[in-house]
């Protein structure tokens, strides 16, 4: 089956530093990968959507520059959360959907925890 | 933007026991999918039922959709200690392409917990 995987499954950054956290397709390729912030015990909530080889489309209120998305190849996105505060500390999962008409479901990585001190 | 609403926010049954969640949307939807989160770990999907679907099953899981009233629900039967877990519904929204396409919106999830 379709296998997303995130690197690194967790980190602890001091504040004012910057994290990049990555996200593989490993077996299928993917023009779209979406990117969400989950609090404890909170729901999923879109970031943004990464589509490869443009810019990324952030959703309302997700600052572009401080959660810089780079969608450099068909298996590889990237989020880069700049000069991060302890209110960035969450667990950011990313999906990815395989390409073709009428494919709607989407394959989640196993998440990166990151807690800004 | 749409936002699911799931109930119960949480459920403690015992092992053998079904499992019903409840989860409502607001607007005009593609399919509706149920995922499943275990604690601190990715999500996993499990059953996608259409908009033109009333009702699916896979395994012991069983999911009605009526689009009439904005509602899905989810039944797990004969529920088992590994099934602890938190699920969540999402909708997916075409709208006007662009932007909406392929995007989900989850739900606020349930806490399901099983006791052996």
């Known amino acids: 089956g379709a296998v997303v995987s995130q690197h690194p499954s967790w980190v602890i950054c001091k504040s004012g530093t910057s994290v990049k956290i990555e996200c593989r397709s490993l077996d299928f390729q993917a023009t779209t990968m979406f990117w969400y912030r989950q609090f404890p015990k909170q729901s999923l909530m879109l970031m943004a959507t990464s589509n490869e080889g443009s810019k990324a489309t952030y959703e309302q209120g997700v600052e572009k520059d401080k959660f810089l998305i780079n969608h450099a190849s068909l298996t590889l996105s990237t989020l880069t959360v700049t000069s991060a505060h302890p209110e960035d500390s969450s667990f950011y999962i990313c999906?990815?959907?395989?390409?073709?008409?009428?494919?709607?479901?989407?394959?989640f990585g196993p998440g990166t925890r990151l807690t800004v001190t | 933007s749409q936002q699911g609403e799931e109930d119960p926010q949480a459920l403690s049954i015992q092992e053998g026991e079904n499992a019903t969640m409840n989860c409502s949307y607001k607007?005009?939807?593609?399919?509706l999918q149920w995922y499943r989160q275990n604690s601190g770990r990715g999500l996993v999907h499990l059953i996608l039922i259409r908009s033109n679907e009333r009702e699916k099953h896979s395994g012991r899981l069983r999911v009605t959709l009526d689009t009439s009233k904005k509602s899905s629900s989810l039944l797990i039967t004969a529920s088992r200690a590994a099934d602890t877990a938190s699920y969540f519904c999402?909708?997916?929204?075409?709208?006007?392409?662009?932007?909406?396409?392929?995007?989900?919106?989850f739900g606020q999830g349930t806490i399901l917990t099983v006791h052996p």
């Open positions: 999906s990815a959907r395989p390409p073709g008409q009428g494919v709607y479901e989407q394959y």
């Open positions: 999402a909708t997916l929204d075409l709208g006007a392409g662009g932007t909406s396409y392929g995007k989900l919106t």
């Open positions: 607007t005009s939807i593609n399919n």
